[in-house]
Nanobody, 123 residues
């Protein structure tokens, strides 16, 4: 499975962006998926995860109410809608597929990773 993240860019605080993660083949519809991010000088951190069906989602506290994770299994694509962006959201965002059917906050549960897309939020 290859994952391709896209949609990053330079925006101002308060703006919105939608990230996409396209899988190379259909197998991603059998697994939970997630978004992680790495800010400059910081460790990679969990952002959001979605179950195989899309019925279950989890978020890190700092993005709750602002970010929405979703997926379209027919298109083999996952999304991260990011609203009310803040400068502290600046990071490289990575999509990943875990080895289960449900959500996971643990990076060790993820077997496949995309290359990352840079999101820069100016104040």
């Amino acid at each position: 499975v290859q994952l391709q993240a896209s949609g990053g860019g330079l925006v101002q605080a308060g703006d919105s962006l939608r990230l996409s993660c396209a899988a190379s083949r259909r197998t991603n519809s059998n697994n939970g998926m997630g978004w992680f991010r790495r800010a400059p000088g910081r460790d990679r951190e969990f952002v959001a995860s979605i179950s195989r069906s899309g019925s279950s989602t989890v978020y890190t506290d700092s993005v709750k109410g602002r970010f929405t994770i979703s997926r379209d299994n027919a298109k083999n694509t996952m999304y991260l809608q990011m609203n009310v962006l803040k400068p502290e959201d600046t990071a490289v965002y990575y999509c990943a597929q875990n080895r289960y059917v449900t959500t996971s906050r643990r990076s060790d549960d993820y077997d496949y990773w995309g290359q990352g897309t840079l999101v820069t939020v100016s104040s």
